[in-house]
């Protein structure tokens, strides 16, 4: 028999942990290519999956209608749950394994700076039986919140709800403009000097958004992009100016980008967050450590 779509489906009773997995790379990635890649599947074999969970559910969650899938709000309420429950999986599986297995560091956007390769450094030469594995995830919480990582470095305010996390430092703003644009020769700039051009933004996981220009002075063009590369490349292309901080200019120089000192923009947090309840993994607390006596962290928890 054939279920039609937006029928109440034939149960959940099939449901699979794959279904999960591939709803949240669609939900992260806004695109169902890049999430079968993602996933190492082909794209029909993605849409089938999501189809078949859609299905199964009786709700759609995604919303198709644009070349940028966005979630329903059905889809929405379901991403937290879908989330929960793979981090759980992962969690038990953990239990499990050996404690040596490797320590998984997520990251959206320039990992930790400077500090990046110190802080790969001593914890090789601290930790030789236990790998430390750097992950860029471009999704909000460098996948943390879907169980893909053990802990993450992340920017700005993190309203995640289930995640606790704890002040590394700070890192000043600087403008990104055009290597050959009348900007990148200046010595700073000030937020008002990049209102009247195009801003690129990313807006999955970027943290700078109109509202960091004061009301009266805003940009009126955005281009948004998805990751950093596409986010260098409009830049670079003379399509946009962007704002970042001092990490992204020591982690991604580009002979296309200049990265000029910003003036009176507010510096940016840098957080290392870990999921709420015991750590997923045995050397997490050697981690924060390690992590807190690099980068001369200010300490302080959130949730």
């Excluded at 030789?128 to 460098?142: M, N, Y």
């Excluded at 009348?182 to 970027?206: E, F, H, K, Y």
């Excluded at 002979?255 to 050397?283: K, M, Q």
Aim: hydrophobic share 45%; proline share 8%.
């Amino acid at each position: 028999m054939t279920v039609e779509r937006g029928a109440a489906g034939p149960g959940t009773g099939g449901l699979e942990l794959r279904h999960l997995r591939c709803f949240l790379a669609v939900a992260d990635e806004g695109n169902i290519t890049r999430a079968a890649a993602r996933l190492r599947i082909t794209q029909p074999a993605a849409s089938r999956t999501l189809a078949a969970l859609e299905d199964a559910l009786g709700s759609r969650l995604v919303d198709r209608s644009t070349h940028h899938l966005t979630l329903t709000p059905e889809g929405r309420a379901f991403r937290d749950k879908a989330a929960l429950a793979v981090a759980a999986f992962e969690d038990a599986l953990d239990a499990g394994r050996s404690v040596r297995r490797a320590l998984r560091l997520g990251h959206a956007w320039s990992a930790a700076g400077a500090y990046t390769t110190p802080l790969l450094r001593r914890w090789r030469a601290a930790h030789p039986d236990v790998p430390l594995e750097l992950l860029r995830i471009d999704d909000r919480t460098a996948g943390l919140a879907r169980g893909a990582v053990d802990a993450a470095l992340l920017r700005g305010p993190v309203g995640t709800p289930g995640l606790v996390t704890e002040l590394l430092h700070t890192e000043a703003r600087v403008a990104a403009v055009p290597a050959d644009g009348p900007l990148a020769g200046r010595w700073r700039l000030a937020l008002g000097d990049l209102a009247d051009q195009p801003v690129a933004l990313n807006t999955v996981s970027g943290t700078t958004t109109p509202d960091l220009w004061p009301a009266e002075n805003r940009p009126t063009a955005m281009i948004t992009v998805a990751n950093t590369d596409d986010w260098l490349a409009a830049i670079a292309a003379s399509r946009a100016v962007g704002v970042t901080t001092t990490a992204t200019a020591a982690l991604h120089p580009h002979p296309g980008v200049a990265y000029v000192p910003l003036t009176d923009a507010p510096p940016v947090p840098v957080f290392l967050a870990r999921r709420d309840g015991p750590p997923s993994h045995p050397a997490l607390g050697e981690l924060c450590a390690l992590a807190h006596e690099i980068t001369g962290g200010a300490g302080g928890t959130g949730g």
